[in-house]
């Protein structure tokens, strides 16, 4: 089994993902698209795509060109029934691409946020074994629409739409399953300035304490989900 990890900026890198992966004994190809934009005509030699987060906007394809052919790539996914994972930005990309709409979210989250399943969520595979309201790490200005056809999953309190489900195997997490707790130090370390009004004063000790208490746990959380996912996807291609 092989994955196609589209990772958009070197700071934002796929972590727990390839730990997951390499357990799975899948193989994983990582392309930048910061370094090299270019989206592959097919993924007919994959098994899974894999969205990952970024700074970017959805739509802001004129100063982000691939982003329209990273659209139509996903959004053929989607209708073939290929396996896609969308995390944050990864997550407004699959609502875009099946025609949602993706906007600045009145105050954004940043830090350990909670999450309440739905009733379809409490019933979904890759969310078995957890209970509601469960705690996760977001980064992230955007929300994106529950597209037509999809099954809201889970919402928070600040974001109404957090985890989607459209079909068997595609899905879209509007947080971050895949940090670590390096991956998180080097965004409080490099964006605390930017997000200080937000984040308000002392904001960003207070979130690396948090994160230093809640990273074991969040560990297994984020690991166990992903497992989930994939296992999701052997199951169902039997």
Known sequence: ????????????????????????????????????????????????????????????????????????????????????LGLCLGAQMISRAVGGRVYRNQCGEIGWEKVWFTEEGLRDPVLQGFESPLEVFQWHDDMFDVPNGSALLGRSRLCPNQIIRLGKTTYGFQSHLEVTEDIIFDWIESYHVKEESRLGSGGADRLARDTREKMSLYNNISRQILLNYFNNILKLQG
């Open 1 to 84: 089994m092989k994955a196609l990890l589209v990772q958009h900026e070197d700071q934002v890198p796929p972590g727990r993902l390839l730990e997951v992966l390499n357990h799975l004994k899948w193989d994983a190809e990582v392309i930048m698209m910061e370094k090299s934009p270019e989206v592959p005509a097919s993924i007919n030699e994959f098994d899974c795509l894999v969205l990952l987060g970024g700074t970017v906007n959805v739509d802001d394809v004129k100063g982000y060109p691939y982003l329209e052919n990273l659209r139509r790539l996903t959004s053929s996914a989607i209708k073939a029934g290929f396996p896609v």
